[in-house]
């Protein structure tokens, strides 16, 4: 997907170019999470990103990933270090359920500085004022209202099947959403994934 993207870079305005090779040759350190944080990197290494996974063990990651069970390898040189969702669980050790060891926040802070972005799922406010205090640049990829959404449909059809899900019903059509959007949700759910469709009133179970 890299390849493919980098063909029609020369389509693109100067600036443009400029900005997307910037973002492409950032490095990526995924640590800790579970299968989904997995999934998410071997995608973005098919987008051509440096991609390191640190915090599972090695059966867990994809053939021929960059991984490691060494810290300071994992970090070397990284711009971006993606935890999992939750990231931590108990606000001392980050949450790395697929992994038989234990990384502790303040290990992780150790070998942290101003100039990486760390972003992780559900982060209390207790751990963004540590790593604020520590002048590190840390966003919750969790607040954003799309990356919600899109979670809750496989975690609402593994824990509760195809039946009194709300605000969301499940057929083998599509995923109807009977909850109104939020005043700055920017964009028709469908865009997010081609089977949610957004009931309106007259759509009734069983939404077929």
Not at 33 to 49: A, F, P, S, V
């Amino acid at each position: 997907m890299g390849k493919m993207r980098e063909k029609f870079v020369n389509f693109m305005p100067p600036s443009l170019a400029a900005e997307w090779r910037l973002n492409m040759s950032k490095k990526i350190a995924v640590i800790g999470g579970d299968m989904r944080q997995i999934t998410m990197g071997e995608n973005l290494e098919k987008d051509g990103y440096d991609v390191i996974i640190y915090g599972f063990n090695e059966e867990n990651v994809w053939k021929n990933a960059k991984y490691t069970n060494d810290i300071d390898e994992a970090l070397k040189d990284r711009n971006i270090v993606i935890l999992g969702l939750p990231a931590s669980i108990d606000n001392n050790t980050v949450n790395t359920p697929c992994w038989n060891s234990k990384l502790y926040i303040d290990d992780l802070l150790e070998h942290l500085n101003s100039t990486i972005l760390l972003t992780g799922g559900r982060i209390s406010e207790e751990l963004l004022s540590k790593f604020s205090s520590c002048n590190i640049n840390c966003i919750d990829y969790f607040k954003r209202e799309d990356l919600n959404i899109l979670n809750g449909i496989p975690t609402g059809v593994s824990k509760g099947g195809q039946k009194n899900l709300h605000p969301f019903q499940f057929s083998k059509k599509k995923i109807c959403y009977h909850a109104p959007l939020q005043p700055l949700y920017p964009i028709p759910l469908y865009i997010l994934h081609p089977k949610i469709h957004q009931a309106p009133k007259c759509c009734q179970p069983p939404y077929l």
